[in-house]
């Protein structure tokens, strides 16, 4: 089921007397495929959890519209929009065991859809074999590790067979081994049952990792929709630039003079057909390439050798943060720890310019 | 050094030893050897003998098996009644939002007024005096019912407004602890249930009531205990003379067997109370193994 988001505006009112009102979801309008995964992606307070519950309806939306296919949801209450929600917390219900956990939305079903004793059982089963928690079935949760309490909800969510299944920081409350393991398991889950699928996230290696289709998003308005990939090579602002990859890219204060890209006062790179302008310059951590003869010269602070790649840090006048970090593949390493200074030529498919002014990224030809 | 180090435990304990024996401990156990001395005269402090007679007497003692049954009907009658209502009162507060704190304020007031204060008003609302019937009356006139009057009239009256003020005395406490309880269930269940479509009855059958089942628990068992132990308020409403109401309680029976007209009987006094220690104790076990086999998480 795709699911479509009109114009949609979420504003809530201020607290305190006096106070504007906080518009956390602005004027959104994105359509989600059939039976993908999208991750929403944005730093917290971003507007990205109320987003998800006006899809799911335990919040109203103030203005536009959510399609699922080709109905109208928007003022449909949560009950009968046909989705599943899997809570940051999991909010499984204490005192009872897994399996009743999981068959508690099927009691709720009246009418003709009501189900036998055994055919909820059956059911259940077949989303514990679905989400792997078969053994664990007549546990209650305090007896089961975060992880399978995960997989519980998730299999609560599943277990009416949901339009759109949503996941509310799916892994934040999980180790770092098993957060890995976990989205995996999410990616294979939402493949096998063909569920289109939005979960939240701050962690943006997360939303990369598994999702089809990336929305960044920033004090509730939308940076970018593109595919994990694109997002992180093409990013469309400085924003979206910084929040995707580890380590973060480097931003340099630059400048466009007469087809030349300066760093400082370091000229760097070619850059044909862009207005001479004061820029910010973006490398990636894997843009830079050791070289002696490099433009850009920096003053070594520590290489941090990390088994397949080394880390070179260093600093710079002109760079905004406070320590550059360079990825170089530790085979490529000829940097003497003890030298004052470290050259790098830079890879220019990895260097992103973005106005001054605007923050939006120049695109550079060629 | 280890046996300076015990002194020391023991004279850090010391307050607290003297205090309980001398306020728990002996009392308890002269209330034992009181209830086992027949024939205990007070004047001469000397006893005929030692055996259960007193036990025996008390049991046998009509105002002893009426407290009896006027304590056990008011335990059975408003234990239950008044967590329910109270557990009705604070849902209701509970989903409402304006107006929230005013109600709140509104029905833990009685918990902060004098006993006697409030019986006095009980006294007006339902006394049948030469001049006037009273309010209750007039309101069951309206209705085209008859004068009844609730003090000095019939049993099941004066049981009725033993009940009704005991309930709507410690409704308060109980509305207070509840109404915390209902707010400290994390709001994500409720979602949860929401997007599942649960209706609402069985959002309180299945959720609401279990998660706050510890606290309604404890509600019954001390409601249990406060009502056995019930007599002031009888005191507040009929006066001190409670026999002759037929309206005694049993710490009321071990009152006057102490310090009331019949009093100077500290043994059959002491047999009574032995007695309710006996009844309550038994009801708290039972209670407590109820409630372990019902809170499950």
């Known amino acids: 089921m795709k699911v479509v988001l009109q114009n949609l505006y979420k504003r809530f009112p201020n607290q305190t007397k006096g106070g504007a009102e906080v518009v956390a979801v602005n004027n959104f309008n994105f359509e989600i495929p059939d039976g993908k995964l999208i991750g929403l992606l944005g730093p917290s307070g971003c507007g990205k959890s109320t987003t998800l519950n006006l899809i799911s309806g335990l919040e109203k939306v103030s203005e536009g519209k959510i399609f699922f296919g080709e109905d109208d949801v928007t003022d449909l209450p949560p009950e009968r929009r046909g989705v599943g929600l899997v809570f940051q917390n999991y909010a499984l219900y204490p005192h009872l065991t897994a399996r009743n956990n999981i068959i508690f939305p099927l009691q709720n079903l009246k009418g003709k859809d009501k189900m036998t004793k055994e055919a909820m059982n059956a059911k259940a089963e077949e989303v514990a074999r679905l989400v792997q928690i078969e053994p664990f079935l007549d546990r209650k949760p305090s007896e089961m590790s975060g992880g399978q309490q995960q997989r519980v909800a998730i299999a609560r969510a599943l277990v009416k067979v949901p339009k759109v299944l949503l996941l509310d920081e799916p892994l934040s409350n999980l180790d770092a081994r098993l957060r890995l393991q976990t989205r995996e398991e999410i990616r294979r889950i939402q493949r096998d049952t063909g569920v289109t699928t939005i979960f939240v996230t701050h962690d943006q290696e997360e939303a990369m990792s598994i999702s089809d289709l990336i929305v960044v998003m920033k004090d509730g308005i939308i940076q970018q929709i593109d595919k994990p990939q694109n997002v992180y090579d093409f990013p469309v602002n400085l924003f979206v630039a910084k929040f995707l990859g580890t380590p973060p890219i480097n931003v340099f204060e630059g400048e466009v003079k007469g087809d030349r890209l300066f760093i400082g006062e370091q000229d760097v790179l070619e850059m044909k057909n862009v207005k001479d302008r004061k820029v910010y310059v973006g490398v990636r951590p894997e843009g830079f390439i050791l070289d002696e003869n490099g433009p850009l010269v920096c003053d070594l602070s520590a290489v941090e050798v990390m088994g397949r790649d080394t880390s070179v840090v260093s600093t710079h006048p002109a760079f905004t943060g406070v320590t550059i970090r360079s990825i170089i593949d530790t085979a490529e390493n000829k940097v003497d720890p003890e030298a004052a200074q470290v050259r790098f030529s830079l890879k220019p498919y990895k260097v992103h310019i973005f106005d001054h002014e605007t923050e939006e990224r120049i695109p550079v030809e060629g | ?297």
């Open chain 2, 1 to 297: 050094m280890s046996g300076k180090n015990n002194l020391k435990g023991w004279l850090y304990l010391l307050p607290a030893i003297l205090f309980l024996g001398v306020f728990m401990v002996y009392p308890l156990v002269d209330v034992i050897i009181y209830s086992v001395e027949e024939g205990y005269n007070s004047a001469s402090q000397s006893y005929k003998g030692i055996g259960l007679y007193n036990f025996s007497y008390v049991l046998h003692d009509p105002y002893f098996l009426q407290a009896i049954k006027n304590t056990f009907l008011l335990v059975i009658i408003t234990v239950p009644l008044s967590t329910g209502i109270a557990l009705l009162i604070s849902v209701l507060l509970s989903s409402i939002k304006p107006l929230r704190n005013l109600f709140q304020t509104v029905y833990f007031l009685p918990y902060v007024t004098n006993t006697l204060a409030v019986g006095l008003v009980f006294m007006i609302l339902f006394k049948k005096t030469p001049y006037s019937d009273g309010m209750i009356n007039l309101v069951i006139k309206w209705f085209g019912g008859g004068v009844v009057d609730f003090i000095e009239g019939p049993y099941w009256a004066k049981m009725f407004v033993m009940c009704f003020y005991t309930i709507w005395v410690v409704m308060p406490f109980k509305i207070l602890i509840l109404t915390s309880a209902l707010a400290s269930v994390n709001q994500t269940y409720y979602n949860a249930a929401k997007v599942d479509g649960t209706s609402r009855g069985r959002i309180f059958r299945k959720i609401t009531l279990p998660m706050i089942s510890p606290m309604l628990f404890y509600l019954i068992i001390t409601g249990f205990i406060g009502a056995f132990k019930a007599y002031s308020d009888e005191v507040a409403i009929f006066g001190t003379d409670l026999n002759a109401a037929g309206m005694n309680t049993i710490v009321g029976y071990v009152y006057d067997m102490l310090y009331g007209n019949s009093g100077g009987y500290p043994s059959y006094a002491s047999a009574a109370a032995l007695i309710l220690f006996a009844i309550v104790f038994t009801i708290t076990v039972i209670n407590l193994k109820i409630s372990k086999n019902n809170v499950q998480y």
